[in-house]
């Protein structure tokens, strides 16, 4: 399924495409992974979790910002999110990546929106969380998180398994809140593991590692054999549960996050929404390929008149005329 995943990857990264997305609003299936395109739609969505004992972490979509006013626009936007936990008293935090708020314009200019964001986060006792993206944003976004967790302490961050620099990385930041996850980026061959059994295994190690010497360990993944594996960790090292929360993705295993959370372990559901939903639609894919199915659904049967739904079309029947498809 290499080419599957390159394929959706490629996609998520062509910016014409991701523009003309923003127009087009939900479609493809992608309404069923993203909570909606306002505040109020997303608050909606996380009442319903939190009715079910499950918290949230809030992404405000956007990518490719490469002027100061859309980032600021950005800024604004998190805040507003921020703003709207404190007043509904939702059971959810902030994931936010640094280049959405001027990382790829400005340094300085990325640090003081995400200072004004990590402030009034910490007024409201809210915490935030640094997504990572691909390599090339990776360090300064760890010089950016190092630069604030000097003031504030209601910040963490991500290990991804998938990087030859992940386990030096979680040592450093031993101290903090992480999220450790597998990495959903094509990364160079120099610079990250490319075999899914050493991508597993790593991974496996973080989260071991972490949980025995670390802070808080949020683990994401939708992998059942992971998750119990997990859960016999903790148990045979006597890893409380206030120590550790499994993560997955909004409109995913639906069944298995109320499961964990009716089993009594914390779970936290990652909640996307905006009218930018096209990037992380597109790397949701490339990570999930069983959800061809739903494209395919969304492409043919309401006829969707747009190049992306072409262009999936004519992959998918390329795919299906070659019996590639399984898995």
């Known amino acids: ?127 935030v969380n640094f997504d990572m993206e691909d390599h090339s944003h990776l360090q300064p976004s760890f010089d950016i998180l190092e630069e604030l967790y000097r003031d504030y302490d209601n910040i963490g961050t991500v290990i991804q398994a998938y990087f030859f620099r992940a386990e030096e990385d979680l040592d450093k930041y031993n101290d903090y809140r992480l999220r450790i996850v597998k990495g959903a980026y094509k990364e160079p061959a120099e610079l990250a593991y490319q075999e899914k059994a050493e991508i597993d295994a790593n991974y496996i190690k973080l989260i071991e590692s972490h949980l025995l010497d670390g802070k808080f360990t949020s683990i994401a993944t939708h992998d059942h054999h992971v998750i119990n594996h997990v859960v016999k960790f903790v148990k045979e090292h006597n890893i409380p549960n206030s120590k550790f929360e499994f993560q997955m993705l909004y409109g995913f295993r639906k ?30 894919l490339a990570e999930r390929p069983q959800n061809l199915n739903l494209v395919a659904k969304q492409a043919f049967n309401k006829k969707t008149n747009t190049l992306i739904g072409m262009g999936m079309g004519m992959f998918l029947l390329g795919r299906l005329s070659k019996g590639s498809t399984k898995g």
């Open 1 to 127: 399924m290499n080419a599957t995943k390159n394929f959706f990857i490629m996609l998520s990264q062509n910016r014409a495409l991701n523009s003309a997305a923003k127009r087009w609003g939900l479609k493809l299936g992608a309404q069923s992974v993203v909570a909606g395109t306002t505040i109020d739609e997303m608050v909606e969505s996380i009442r319903k979790l939190n009715a079910e004992g499950i918290s949230a972490t809030i992404d405000n979509l956007g990518e490719f910002v490469f002027e100061k006013e859309e980032a600021l626009q950005a800024k604004e936007q998190i805040l507003e999110v921020i703003k709207a936990i404190h007043h509904y008293q939702l059971d959810a935090h902030i994931s936010l990546k640094p280049s959405q708020l001027g990382l790829d314009i400005d340094y300085a200019f990325c640090l003081e929106n995400l200072r004004e964001i990590v402030a009034k986060s910490h007024e409201y006792g809210i915490f």
């Open 255 to 284: 069944d298995l996050q109320l499961e964990l959370a009716r089993k009594g372990y914390h779970f936290c559901t990652y909640v996307p929404f905006g009218n930018d939903w096209y990037g992380y639609f597109m790397r949701r």
